[in-house]
């Protein structure tokens, strides 16, 4: 039996301290604030939704709408705990349409900052005006009659030091204010987002016809282009939206967006499905990259089990890993698929190989593109693709006897004994990426200005990412500078990399910088951001290469180890020994 002293153990608390425990779980940071702000607006019809942000969030979060409004009447009704217009029984719960619903999110917010709101329905002749002070309604007055919604968060968490002292820095906090609101607007594309920090401009989407233009709006036009479309359903389900190809597929996880029900969510089947989808079409290291959107009957869905409504679950778990494991895999297979999510193998691939050696051995004297020469003088000095060097001087190898190249990408050779099939892009990428890697853990990675710098324009907020770290960029030989609000310039680039394209380049610096706050380790991030340089150094597909140039590149690559993947986990090489050869033509036992 429970001893007691007599005297209760048990007490209610008070409404203030429940307030704030209730703002706990609903407004972790800044960021948790703009989202349920910008939930309310949605599901009050708006087409305009404009955030202005202060100091990261903390100062100040303005969001303002030209949705439905409220009356004097229900304005204050808001912010008592569980009111809502969105529900009106439990039965409710289980067909639910809207965004927001439970009736949490405006009494959270205002116990724990200073709250003021100014709104007003079509057609009425006077707004509303109320003041909220930690979830105590101040003063309440008439307003001129603007439609919409007005709502200023300012001093958040001024009565929770505890919670402010473990928010980041403002730049992060406000990188996670851009997420939200790019979600939203990946959710919603018929709506124009725009979004201020301090009164400067740094997201504006206008509203759009379909989720592809707001797709290139957010990520550009270049996503689309590295990506396929995904349109399957079943009964009850249908899933829309684009993959990377695996092809494009990076180490970085930007973007992985899923929204049900046009809702921004995490999903623990949905995420296996993708990566089962893509299979041994991904490789090593890479993950995949993809927008989906998962449009399903409600009474199938549960979003009532997360206090933010980040999680849902469905009724048909197994169904709806099928239906996306399934679509995403038919993508990559251009229709055709086998059991284990392989790209089809053809038998006689090999014999395709040897029977192009001949055909193909004219194009290899061509001379349509600039030959890769390097210069002895210096090991940091790379191969150029596109630049002229001093000619290539080296005692030449009697192992390496080069035989052709294949559709302009694949080199072949008598590498030894051996028969070897090399991906020209692939194992140059290896060459030059542990070439930098040396030079980096030694002397340092030499940079070299370009003659016409290269402006690119970004985001303010990628902007504020890529100054952020340019002192680390410029130890690895990167030199880029802001100009102006929203473009850069790269003024210099690591020694040897020849010509690059300075819109993906810097689009694949950004995912490398955007995965450092969770590296491991300072070699961690070095390596991603080298393995990028080299792959942007590297000679590209297509691209024709001389009999001498093929030597010179497949004995540089057994310099550097014969490593038989690029830094990205992309295969480099195939083989095929003296013995393998002797079993396929049938000489054994001759």
Same mark, same amino acid.
């Given at each position: 039996m429970l001893k007691t002293d007599g005297s209760s153990r048990i007490c209610i608390l008070p409404e203030e301290v429940i307030g704030r425990i209730a703002a706990g779980e609903v407004v972790e940071r800044p960021a948790a604030v703009v989202k349920e702000?910008? +939930?309310?607006? %949605?599901?009050?019809? =708006?087409r305009s939704i404009t955030i202005d942000v202060k100091d990261g969030g903390l100062s100040l979060i303005r969001v303002t709408d030209d949705g439905e409004g409220m009356t004097q009447e229900d304005a204050p009704l808001a912010f008592q705990r569980h009111a809502t217009s969105k529900l009106r029984s439990d039965l409710d719960l289980w067909s639910i349409r809207t965004m927001g619903f439970r009736g949490e999110a405006l009494p959270s917010i205002a116990a724990v900052a200073h709250v003021r709101l100014m709104t007003a329905t079509r057609f009425a002749e006077v707004g509303t005006e109320l003041e909220v002070v930690g979830g105590v309604i101040g003063r309440i007055a008439d307003a001129p009659p603007v439609r919409g919604t007005r709502i200023e968060i300012a001093e958040l968490f001024h009565n929770q030091p505890a919670r402010k002292k473990f928010l980041k820095s403002t730049i992060t906090e406000f990188s996670h204010i851009s997420r939200v609101?790019?979600?939203?607007?990946? !959710?919603?594309?018929?709506?124009?987002?725009?979004?201020?920090? &301090?009164a400067e401009e740094t997201l504006n989407y206008p509203s759009a016809s379909s989720d592809d233009d707001r797709i290139a709006q957010v990520y550009r036009r270049t996503f689309l282009d590295q990506s396929l479309r995904i349109k399957a359903s079943v009964p009850g389900a249908q899933l829309s939206g684009y993959i990377v190809d695996a092809v494009h597929a990076k180490p970085a996880r930007i973007p992985q967006e899923l929204f049900v029900n046009r809702r921004p969510v995490r999903n623990v089947a949905v995420s296996h499905a993708v990566g089962e989808g893509y299979? #041994?079409?991904?490789?090593?290291?890479?993950?995949?990259?993809?927008?989906?959107?998962?449009?399903?009957?409600?009474?199938?869905?549960?979003? &009532?089990?997360?206090?933010?409504?980040?999680?849902? $679950?469905? =009724?048909?778990?197994?169904?709806?890993?099928?239906?996306?494991?399934?679509a995403v895999r038919q993508a990559l297979s251009g229709g055709k698929t086998d059991d284990l999510g392989r790209a089809p193998f053809v038998e006689s691939s090999v014999r395709r190989i040897l029977g192009s050696i001949v055909t193909t051995l004219p194009v290899t004297e061509s001379v349509e593109?600039?030959?890769?020469?390097?210069?002895?003088?210096?090991?940091?000095?790379?191969?150029?693709?596109?630049?002229? @060097? +001093?000619?290539?001087?080296r005692v030449p190898s009697a192992e390496v006897i080069a035989l052709g190249q294949i559709n302009r990408t694949f080199l072949i050779a008598q590498v030894g004994g051996d028969l070897t099939v090399i991906d020209q892009h692939t194992a140059h990428?290896? %060459?030059l990426f542990e070439r930098l890697y040396r030079a980096w853990t030694t002397r340092g990675i030499q940079a070299q200005p370009l003659l016409i710098p290269d402006p690119v324009e970004?985001?303010?907020?990628?902007? #504020?990412?890529?100054?952020?770290?340019?002192?680390?960029?410029?130890?690895?030989?990167?030199?880029?500078?802001?100009?102006?609000?929203?473009?850069?310039?790269?003024?210099?680039?690591?020694?040897?990399?020849?010509?690059?394209?300075?819109?993906?380049?810097?689009?694949?610096?950004?995912?490398?910088?955007?995965?450092?706050?969770?590296?491991? =380790?300072? +070699? !961690?991030?070095?390596?991603?951001?080298?393995?990028?340089? !080299?792959?942007?150094? @590297?000679? $590209?597909?297509? $691209?024709?290469?001389?009999?001498?140039?093929?030597?010179?590149?497949?004995?540089?690559? $057994?310099?550097?180890?014969?490593?038989?993947?690029?830094?990205?986990?992309?295969?480099? =090489?195939?083989?095929?020994?003296?013995?393998?050869?002797?079993?396929?033509?049938?000489?054994?036992?001759?």
């Open positions: 702000l910008l +939930e309310n607006s %949605v599901d009050a019809g =708006s609101v790019q979600q939203a607007s990946l !959710a919603w594309p018929s709506i124009h987002f725009r979004l201020t920090h &301090n299979g #041994a079409f991904l490789a090593k290291g890479s993950h995949p990259r993809f927008v989906l959107f998962l449009d399903i009957d409600p009474d199938r869905l549960d979003v &009532n089990v997360h206090p933010t409504k980040r999680e849902v $679950r469905f =009724s048909d778990s197994e169904m709806i890993h099928q239906l996306v494991r399934q593109a600039e030959s890769i020469t390097l210069s002895p003088s210096l090991e940091i000095q790379l191969p150029l693709v596109s630049e002229a @060097a +001093e000619p290539y001087a990428e290896r %060459v970004l985001p303010p907020l990628q902007t #504020a990412v890529l100054q952020r770290y340019q002192h680390d960029l410029e130890r690895l030989g990167v030199d880029i500078e802001p100009f102006g609000s929203s473009t850069v310039l790269i003024r210099a680039i690591p020694v040897g990399l020849g010509k690059i394209d300075p819109t993906t380049f810097l689009q694949d610096l950004l995912d490398d910088l955007t995965q450092w706050d969770s590296a491991p =380790s300072l +070699e !961690a991030r070095v390596r991603s951001v080298l393995a990028s340089l !080299a792959c942007h150094g @590297a000679v $590209r597909a297509g $691209r024709s290469m001389k009999s001498e140039e093929i030597k010179v590149l497949i004995e540089d690559w $057994r310099t550097e180890g014969e490593i038989t993947t690029c830094p990205h986990g992309r295969r480099t =090489s195939f083989r095929l020994s003296i013995t393998d050869l002797e079993k396929m033509f049938g000489r054994v036992g001759w």
